[in-house]
């Protein structure tokens, strides 16, 4: 049996962000330094899966997304079985630590991630629920 569970849309969306720039901030197979800078990451994100908690991931064609980055903002729009959410806000990069504070609500969360080619791998916790995300760099 699966257990559901209710987490705010914007909270999912901002966790959903947080989750792909911090997955960013971990290096790419051709970097040697324990982190990349800001304007390194600047690029257009697609999702690959988002996984809350214990469920099933979700993935295309049931959850798609957009990351936008910039070199200190970015936006996310994530169309997901519950409706479309979007998010947008700041972003700083510190080693692999990621912090994204939203614009949208009242959230700052930080997360650990890997990086392997463009594929990003993003795991959080946010209000008490482990987020996973995957993305891959589209530009």
Known sequence: ????????????AAAAVMAVVAGTACGSSGSTSPGLTAAELVGTYDLVSLT???SEPLTPPAATGTLVLHTSTYSVTLNLPSGAEADSGTWTVNGTTWTQTSSVQAIQEQGTVGLSHDTLTVNLSAAGTSISNVWVKVQ
Not at 4 to 12: E, H, V
């Open 1 to 12: 049996m699966t257990q559901r569970f209710k987490i705010p849309r914007l909270w999912l």
């Open 52 to 54: 809350l908690g214990n």
